[in-house]
Nanobody
Framework: QLQASGGGWVQAGDSLRLSCAAS????????MGWFRQAPGKEREFVAH????????DYANSVRGRFIISRDNPKNTVYLQVRRLKPEDTAVYYC???????????????????WGQGTQVTVSS
């Protein structure tokens, strides 16, 4: 139901735009989040956007470099990743959060649906 794309192999300082297309769910009913998981590490919160797109939140490590946005008519959420660093290397996952779990949006437990992930590799 969630299909992430847009990852790739880039050099430090480069930018990418990740996309996540939703299907078979009422997209506008869900807050959307991005998480990432590096090898040997736990999945960590990256960014969240509310159902209407009016409020966003970011992990401190990406604030000011990453921008989350959504296009409800297109059932798509985006993550613009800029000024990439080697430590940003990870598999990036999009996820859909129901309103009933809104207080958990910074944790994986706050999400009901997950995409398959897209790899971002940043070389120094």
């Amino acid at each position: 139901q969630l299909q992430a794309s847009g990852g790739g192999w880039v050099q430090a300082g480069d930018s990418l735009r990740l996309s996540c297309a939703a299907s078979r769910l009422t997209f506008s009913n869900y807050g959307m989040g991005w998480f990432r998981q590096a090898p040997g590490k736990e999945r960590e919160f990256v960014a969240h956007i509310t159902r209407t797109g009016d409020i966003t939140d970011y992990a401190n490590s990406v604030r000011g470099r990453f921008i989350i946005s959504r296009d409800n008519p297109k059932n798509t959420v985006y993550l613009q990743v800029r000024r990439l660093k080697p430590e940003d290397t990870a598999v990036y996952y999009c996820a859909a959060a129901p309103a009933t779990k809104v207080v958990l949006f910074r944790t994986p437990d706050g999400y009901d649906y997950w995409g398959q992930g897209t790899q971002v590799t940043v070389s120094s």
